[in-house]
Structures are given as structure tokens and as C-alpha cells.
């Protein structure tokens, strides 16, 4: 199983000032998820490098075993600090590609070309989809042949307009990641927040929060194996 995992490289937090990127535990859960599981997994980012890492996810708070685990991982550390180019991938190497989440995704991610294209070939090869939290958005712009939204009558999740407030970042986001799967006409739906919540339709798998990352993986592990 070869699995390509592509993060963010986006790290301004809307005009506050502060940073932003990947969440660490929506990468470490499913990385460990897989890699425990035989995969193959190669990350990329769209400039390639180090991508950035929101510095919350690293507060006490938010730690979980697996990130814990990549604390002292220093070959995965290796292997994240050097991922490869985004435009440099094709779905015919994968078997499934999975996004973590963090808010870097609204920003970068939900327009990237790139990104766009190579989720559409994964479809069209009937691969799985997966993505968690605020990482659906880059199903947004993602249209089929016929130019019709990805997601459009397709049961989908990802992080709440619920939860959005709670972080207090509503008004910093460039938008309602609920709100806008919604306008595509997705079938969305979600949990209690902060609860584990997967939905799962046909190949496209997505997850609403941090606590949901290991479903999802092994939401795609069933789906391969």
C-alpha cells in the first residue's frame, strides 16, 4: 500500500499576526495508523520542505500518544522536514491520498491547482479520497469531467461552524468550511464537537476533527485492504 499524505504550506493565520499550518495530531494519528499497517507513505507540500507546523497543536494540552510518539521519532521528524513538491506526484503511484487538517488548508490548499487536478485523477482511478477536519476544503473546487462539484450529493464532514466559534477564529477564517461543502451541494453532517465523527462515501472519507483522525485512516485501510 503507498499512501501520499499532502500537508499545507501556508503559515499566516488570516491578518492576526499569529501562525498557523498543519495540526499535529490530524498528521501524526493516521501517519502511525499506516505505517503500523505495512504502508508506504510519502509526504508532500506545495513548496516542498519543512511544511509549517501550527505551533498550538504542540501545547500539553493537545498532545495524544501519537504525537508523543513522533516527539521521538527523529526518521519521521527527517522525513517531514524534506517532503517532496505537490506538483511533482501522480495518483498513478498511490493507492490513496489522505490530508491532514490545521487551518493552513483554507488558505493555500482549497485553490491549489495542483492539488485540484490530482484529486480529480484519483477519482477518476477509483482510488480513496480521505482528508480530516478543516482539510475537506480541498474538495471544494474539485469538479468531475462534466465540470459538477465533487461533493455535490455526496455525504461529507469536517470542522463545524460550531466549532469554529468555540476556537474563536470565525472572523479570521476566509470562510465557513461547513457553510461552503453546503453550498456545493454536499450532504454535510457532524457531531458532537470535539467528538470522533467519520462519514464515509463510497472511495471519499473525511473526518470532523482532531479526534477523528485515526477513523479516517482506518476508514482507508479497510477500504484497501
Not at 499512501?3 to 491578518?15: A, D, E, M, W
Not at 527527517?78 to 491520498?97: P, Q, R
Not at 461547513?178 to 464515509?200: C, F, I
Request: proline share 6%; net charge negative; hydrophobic share 35%.
Amino acid at each position: 500500500m503507498k499512501i501520499l499524505f499532502v500537508l499545507t504550506s501556508h503559515n499566516k493565520l488570516g491578518s492576526t499576526g499569529e501562525k498557523t499550518g498543519f495540526w499535529l495530531e490530524e498528521f501524526a494519528a493516521p501517519y502511525y495508523r499506516f505505517v503500523d499497517s505495512g504502508a508506504s507513505v510519502t509526504l508532500v507540500s506545495p513548496a516542498g520542505g519543512q511544511p509549517p507546523l501550527d505551533p498550538k497543536s504542540q501545547l500539553p494540552e493537545f498532545q495524544t500518544e501519537a504525537t508523543r510518539r513522533f516527539g521521538q521519532d527523529q526518521q519521521s521528524q527527517e522525513m517531514l522536514s524534506s517532503t517532496g513538491k505537490l506538483a511533482s506526484v501522480s495518483a498513478d503511484d498511490f493507492d490513496a491520498i489522505f490530508y491532514p487538517g490545521g487551518h493552513g488548508p483554507l488558505w493555500d490548499l482549497v485553490n491549489d491547482p495542483d492539488s485540484i487536478e490530482l484529486i480529480g485523477h484519483f477519482c477518476q482511478q477509483d482510488k480513496p479520497v480521505s482528508a480530516v477536519c478543516h482539510a475537506p476544503a480541498v474538495l471544494l473546487n474539485v469538479t468531475d469531467q462534466k465540470g459538477v462539484s465533487l461533493v455535490q450529493g455526496r455525504k461529507v464532514t469536517g470542522f463545524s461552524n460550531s466549532e469554529e466559534i468555540a476556537v474563536q477564529l470565525d472572523n479570521v477564517v476566509p470562510f465557513s468550511l461547513e457553510d461552503e461543502l453546503k453550498n456545493r451541494g454536499a450532504l454535510y453532517s457532524a457531531g458532537p464537537d470535539w467528538e470522533s465523527y467519520l462519514v464515509q462515501d463510497g472511495l471519499l472519507v473525511t473526518g470532523q476533527n482532531p479526534a477523528s483522525s485515526e477513523a479516517v485512516a482506518d476508514a482507508v485501510l479497510s477500504l484497501l485492504t
